[in-house]
Structure formats: C-alpha cells, structure tokens
C-alpha cells in the first residue's frame, strides 16, 4: 500500500473535526479574518489611550448625560482615528505586504468580496473596541448621573466616524502597500480631526461647512440636552456625511478592483474595451450603485449642513430636518431642598449636588434676609434662552435667585482638569451678592462693584465662611480698575467685625445708596 | 588545463571599487533597502502638512492648544523613521557582517536630521509656536519610543506605541503636566524634558543599532 | 491548450510562441533560469494574460470573467514563492483558500482535513504558519492547491525545501493526482521529472525546444558528456543543440 493509495486516516478527521457550528462560507472566512487579525494586538494600547485621553477627560465634567456624551466625538473618536486609519491601512497592504498576490488571483472569488471580508473584520474589531469605551463612559455616568438616559446619537457619530476612517485606511493600504502608508493615513487622519476642532471651536455663520460636517466639536453648555431637547439635525447631517463617503469609497475600491480584473493590461484602450464587456456587469453595477448612493448621501449632507442656523438653546438646527418636538422644553420636576427656610432648587439633573449648592447659599442668604432686593429663595435656570447666555440675577415677586448650572463644570474639575470645590463654593457664594448689590437696571457681574459695594459683599462673605481674597472681583476707582487696596480690606475687616444684628441693621438704612454707589469707604461703619 | 589554472583566483571582474567608494556604495544599498528615498518623500510630506497647518491656521494661534497640530506631525515623522529600520532580508543581513550595527546608526540618525530640516522648512514663514527646540526634541524622543517598539512589535508596525504616546502628551498638554516624560508638552529650555528625549533615543538608538528590529520567519521570505 | 502563446515584458520575450496541448497526466516543465517557465505556469493560472496567442484551460476561455471563474474554481496553483500570512494556523490557512476557491461550505473542514494528511502535515494542523520549518511551508502551499481536488493543478517548484523521503511521497502524490486531473510541475530537478511525469517538455529562452517523454529525453543524452545521470545528459543535450 502506498501514500497515494492508502485514504486519509481516520485520525485525520479526528484531529480536525469540523466545528459543530456549520457557518456559511463568507461567516467562516470572516471568522477567520476575525480571529487572525492585527487589531486585538493594538488594543491594550488603545485602551490606555482611551483611559487618559477620554475617561480622564469626562470624569472632569459633570455627570449630565449630554456632556459626558461629548467625549465620545471629541476625545474617543480622536483617539480611535488613529489607530482605526493606521491598522486598515495595515490590513489592506496584507497582500502585498505577504506576496500573496498571485495565489489569491487565481481563486474565483472576485477581489472585492475578498477584500471585504479583510475590510469587515478589521472594522468588526474597531467598532466592538469603539462600543466597549463608549460602554464604559456610559456605564460610569450611569452610576453617577442622577436623572435623564444615554444619548444614542453621539454613539452613531462615533460609529461613523470609525468606519469611515477604516474605510479610508483600508483603501489606502489597498492600493499603496508600502511601509509608510499606515502611519502617514494614522497621521492624516488625526490632522483632518484635529482641523475639524479647530474649525468647530470657532464656528459661526460665516464658518466654513466643513466646521459643522466635523464629528469634532467645542463640549457643549453644561446643561445642554437638560432643559431643552438637544436637537439630533446635525448629528444626522454628521452621519450621513461620513456614512455616504464610507459607502462610496468602499464602491470605488470595488469598482477598481473589478475593472482590474477586466483589463489585461494598461492603457485606456484596454479600459474601454474592460468597460464595454457585458460579462462582469453586475460586479461593476452594484459598485457604481454603490459609489453613486454614497456620493448622493454626503453632497446631501453638505447641503444640509450649508442651512444650518442656531438655535434658541445653543446647538444648531437643520430647517429640512428639523423637528418642532425638539424645541419643546423637556418636563422636568426641580429638586429643592429648604432645610433652613430659604428655598434652594435645581434640575434634577444637577441634584447631585443640591444640597452642596443650599449649603453654599444658606449663610448668605441668611446675611442678607429681610433687606429690600433679598431673594427668598434660589432656583437653577437653562443657561441659555432664545439664543441668548442668560446671567445670574435676581428677580420676580417676590425675589428669586436665578443661577445657572454653568459653575457645576468647575466642581467637577472640568476647566481646569482639578476639582476646585472651594473655588466654585466662593464664586456661587459671590455671584448671589453681585446680584442683590447690583444696581436694579444692571445684570449681576455685568458692571465690576464700587469700592464700598465691594468692601460690603467680602465682609458678608466673611461672615459667610468664605476666605476671601484681596483679587476677588474687580473694582472701579474712577474709572480705573484696582485690585484689592488695603482700604477697601480695612473697610471690610471693619464691617465684618460688626455683630450680624449690626450688619443687617446699617444694609437696611444704606442699601438703596449702597446700590447707587454713592457710599465711600469711609462712610462704612 | 592544469589544477594550478583551475585553483587560480579569476581576476577582479571589470567595475569593482576600491574601499573608499565601496563603503558609500554599502551605505546606499542599505538606504535603498529601507526604502530610505521614500521615507524622505514621506518626511517631504509631513513638513508640507506643517506648512499647510500652520498657514491655515489649522493650529491655534497661542496657548496650548497651539502645540496640538505640530505635534501630530512631529510624531508622524518619527514614526516614518521608526518604520524605515524594517529589513527585508532577516536572518541573511545579520550574518553577513559587521557593519549593520553602524549602517542602522547612520540610517536613523540621518533621516532624523533630514526629519528635523524638512519640518523646519515647513514651518519657515510661518509661526510655529513652540520653535524649532521642540520640534528637534519631539522628533528624536519619539524616534527613540519608535526605535524601542520595533524591538517588541517588528518596524512595520514600530509607528503603534509612538501613536499612543503622542495621544497621551495630548491629554497632558491641555491638563498643563509639568512631568519630564512628557517632554512634548514641556517649554523648549526645560531641561528634564531634554533629559529625557535624548535618554530615550539614545536607548532606543543603541538597542536597535545592536539588535536590530524584531524579525520573524515570514520575514525571511 | 496553447496556441502561439507570446508575453513580454518590454524588450524581454518571456515566452515566445509556445504552443501546447495537454490531458490527464503529469506534465513537467524543465528549463535553465529565465527559461519563462514562471511566466507560462502564471498564463495558465490566469494570473498573467498573454501579449498575444490563445489559450483554452479546461475547455474554456479564460478572458471571460465567468470562464475564469470557472476555471479557478477548478484550479490550483503553488508558485514559487509562497506568501503566507504567519499569525494563520495550518489548518486555518488552507481553509481559508477553500473558501476563496468558493468550495461548499460543507465539504471544507473534511476537504482541508484530507490535504493535509496527503502532504502529511496531520502533526503540525494546528501550529501556527510562523513556526513551519521551509520544507513544511511548501507543503502546506501543495497543500492549498490540491484542496479543491482541482482539475488543472499548477505546481512551481514544489518540492524546494523537501527532504528526499518527503521528495518520494510527493511523487506518489502527484502520480495518483494526475490519475484524474492535468498536473504541471515546474522544476529544477529532473530526477523529480524522471519519476513523476508522463510527458515532459523542456524550454529554453522561451520556447519549447523539446516535448516527449522522459525516456525520449533520455535517449537524446547518448554520447552526450555532461551530466551526472541519463536524463541529466540528455537535458542538457537538448539545451545545448537549441542554444547551437
């Protein structure tokens, strides 16, 4: 018996018994592609990135569903870009790179399917590394946000962002196998994100559409998506931008793949005649189709982007897809909390931290009850409000604080990349005062206080608790800014060092002149 | 014919150089095997994407936010450095001699210099906000980083870890960290910073020199 | 069949008007380096189009993309240098061309289960491409060629690297191959040629300067003085009348 004529063993079948699983051709080669590839090896690096660059980054904004979202498209996407363009690029060099050519030539799959299932494992991979991080910060948010759910939007953002930056990778390494190609695509794409901030921090009417087409954008206001719908048109326009281009990209390596095949040779002759073969036409058909769909898809977008106008709540809306629900404000119950009398109330959004806002303004609140202009209770208000910023102030009958929830970044230590309690306690503590000293026609904090005006609001800030420093706020001394002279100090000490009874009984003579600015230093008690 | 004629050595065939030009004609094979032209073009096209970023103003004019874009270009080029020390030839090239060490040395430090000259080209003209100190030590203390992965990761792929360093100096840069090992967000003077960049490079450089990049068998073929 | 078959590659004549005809059997190919046995076994993999001339691979045109892709359904192919990818198993690798070669989905696991003992690579299924000794990697690239059970099987140098025992087997091999299917082996080694194939063609300088059997190869090295055995002699006969 020899080799030829003795069958494979029954030890053959045995050793490589055929998974139970019976998956169809195209599954099991995407199986394969997807158990062999190169991106798992890059993901603990990834995630490293992923933990500094974006983790860090939303755990310095407050726990509001929208603003950690934000990370998502302008921190992960960054981040991912890189490493999703260099290793598509990787991926599609593969045959080249492998001298495989040859023997992949002579199979009977067409290029494109081929080229697909290498293009559909790498991008499986990226988009289930993508999903995990954005699993995390959604999870993270989830155990600390304390009212509202996940937005999806900036989730199909990302997705498409990713995706079109393998695509474009893929391509790339397709048909520039080199050594240079996936770092100089890593490097691109991160300059095109990068651009794309740059471009959307400075956004305005006369900007560039490219701005709004950017996945990338400035973090929104603090309580964007809280008070009023955050409008999805620009995050459709984003996907459909990035989608379309993804699509036609991924038609057009179709399209070269398949003319490949038709053309022997080089040469346009050689390109009519490919092009003028019926046989093939369907491989070619459904490529152009799909070049032409993606094409439709971002010009579509590009135009869309071109109507975009701002809205009332500080976002963008796109007329054509526009929805009139969205502009409805979104119902709400505030939380409040009056544990010493004065009223304070919030978004439940922000109700995690309620009770560290009533303990900031309770003692001031307590300075100055009773005095004419004094705010009975505080409620927190949208920061914006027909388009416009809307500052702190007191008003209505009886007398509201009104705040917004925009200090909440800095106790988070989004601004600053530290949490600054003490100086986000200090600076609410300090904005009820400019306010209730204001003059009536002045918004709070618009006009910096007067010597005497400033002198009052540290002492009660003293009185207060509050460590109060010689550069708080700015003064006015004829005109002139000054910062913290020692009269205004020992007019403060002075006033300070009164009893409360004291202090409350001179503010409710001297208020209204206090207001007016007419009281020196001197004429402080 | 005698054994003597047929133990004869041939004479030298027509075209073979003395030492001197022999030893350039060594140094350029070995360019052309890194595909060291190519990677000048590629240099060429990081230091144009300087230009392009710092005309258009594609970088913020002041602040840190300034330094974002030319980083990114500045890895990039190191990473094209990095990715230059793949050899085709594997376990062949190791045998053969003992000039590989100094061949490796020379390819790298040369495409650095051109690395550093091309970008700075890109820049003239134009603002580049942390100067040319930065750069020069941003391209060679990633290099280094580059040079060190190729040692784990092979140099086709040595452009992975010198991208996720560059990501995290991002996250430093606009949190303000003042650490010597992010020496791409450190001001030009700090002497930390250069400390080490050019610890890491030198590492990086000698290791690589000596060793050579990770290979594998397929390599070989 | 070939019929007037030319391909150049600028100035230089790969192949220049070579003609064939062949059935069930194995065919072997011999020639000097730059002989344009390469780029005749690329033509009839359909990987190269010729510059000029026809040819008909099982009974079709392969200019037709339906008609190549019926041919390479039935094709397969080893060239000289095999590409691999390292991180793939052996068993993973071949898979991976069946499912190229569009084979059902269901006769794969058994189909690559079988190439694999036939080049005797059972042991060594589930290591990983990167860990294969040189001779080991050719057998797995005979191996993608043959697991289709192909009808037209295109081999280039396929037993560089192989030991003489593995040498032998694969000869048997090929012999029990070319029972049902047209096997042509390129090759440097004419003992290889000598114990495998029916018919063998020799070409120089891109033509076909000799086509019979081995044993008419033989005959025309009588009184030739080069060469260590018979049909090294008569190899090397025939090359010299053709370059005289």
Known sequence: MSVTSMPPSRLASARLAPSRLALPSAARALWLEFKRNAVPYVLPLLAAVFYFNTVRTADGFPPVWTLRASAITDHMLFEFSAFAGGLAAWAGSREGRRKTTDMVATT??????????????????????????????????????????????????????????????????????????????????????????????????????????????????????????????????????????????????????????????????????????????????????????????????????????????????????????????????????????????????????????????????????????????????????????????????????????????????????????????????QGLLDAFLARPSQQAGSVPLGPAQQAVEDALLTAAGANVSATIGKMLENGQPIAGPPAVRSAAQRFGALSASARHAWLAGHLAALRAGTITLAQIP | MTAAEVLKPPASPAGVAGPGPAGLRLVWLHLRSRRAPAGIGALAVCGALLHLALHWHWAFNSGAYAQQVPMIIEAGAATVIAVTAYSPFGETERSAGRWLPCLRLLTVAGMCGLAIALLQLGAVGESLNAGVLVLARNVIGITGIGLLCSLVTGALLAWTLPMGYMLFCQYALLQAWTAPWVWPVRPPADRGAWIWACAVFAAGLLLFAIRGPRTRLSDDS | MLTGIHRSFGKNKAVDGVSLELGSGVFGLLGPNGAGKTSLLRMLATVLPPSSGEIRLLERDPRGPAARREIRRRLGYLPQNLGYYPSFTVVEFIEYFALLKEMPSARVPKAVAVAVERVDLGAKAKAKLRTLSGGMLRRVGIAQAIVNDPDLLLLDEPTAGLDPEQRVQFRALLRSLGETATVVVSTHLVEDVGAACSEVALMSAGKIVFRGTPDELTARGAGHGVGDAPLERGYSAVLSAARS
């Not at chain 1, 080229?115 to 995390?136: D, H, K, M, N």
């Not at chain 1, 973090?219 to 989608?243: E, K, R, T, W």
């Not at chain 1, 209770?377 to 209505?396: C, L, M, R, T």
């Open chain 1, 108 to 429: 009977p799959r067409a290029a494109w399917a081929r080229l697909s299932i290498t293009l559909a494992g790498t991008l499986s991979w990226l988009l289930l590394a993508f999903l995990a991080g954005v699993a995390v910060l959604y999870v993270q948010t989830a155990l600390q946000a304390t009212w509202g759910g996940p937005p999806l939007w900036p989730v199909f953002v990302g997705a498409a962002g990713v995706t079109v930056v393998t695509v474009i990778g893929f391509a790339c390494g397709v048909l520039f196998p080199g050594r240079f190609t996936a770092p100089l695509v890593a490097i691109v794409a991160l300059v095109l994100f990068q651009t794309g901030l740059r471009q959307a921090l400075g956004v305005a009417a006369s900007s560039g559409t490219y701005a709004l087409l950017s996945p990338a954008s400035s973090p929104p206001v603090v309580d964007a998506g809280v008070y009023y719908h955050a409008a999805p048109d620009l995050s459709i326009v984003q996907v459909m931008f990035m989608g379309g281009t993804a699509l036609a990209l991924f038609g057009a390596l179709g399209l070269a793949t398949a003319l490949r095949e038709l053309t022997p040779s080089r040469g346009l002759a050689s390109l009519r005649a490919g092009l003028a073969r019926t046989d093939g036409w369907l491989l070619r058909a459904v490529a152009v189709i799909l070049v032409a769909c993606g094409v439709a898809a971002s010009w579509t977008a590009f135009a869309l982007a071109g109507t975009a106008k701002p809205d009332a709540v500080g976002g963008w809306q796109i007329p054509a897809l526009h929805s009139a629900a969205s502009d409805q404000p979104v119902p709400a119950t505030p939380a409040c909390t009056s544990s010493s009398g004065f009223q304070v109330c919030v978004h439940p959004a922000f109700s995690f931290y309620l009770n560290d806002v009533a303990a900031v303004l309770d003692p001031v609140a307590a300075e100055i009850a009773g005095l004419p202009g004094a705010p009975l209770s505080a409620k927190e208000v949208a920061s914006i409000s027909g388009g416009q910023d809307v500052p702190s102030g007191i008003s209505g009958n009886p007398p509201v604080f009104e705040f917004t929830a925009e200090r909440v970044g800095m106790y988070f230590g989004q601004f600053l990349g530290i949490p600054d309690p003490v100086g986000w306690r200090e600076g609410f503590q």
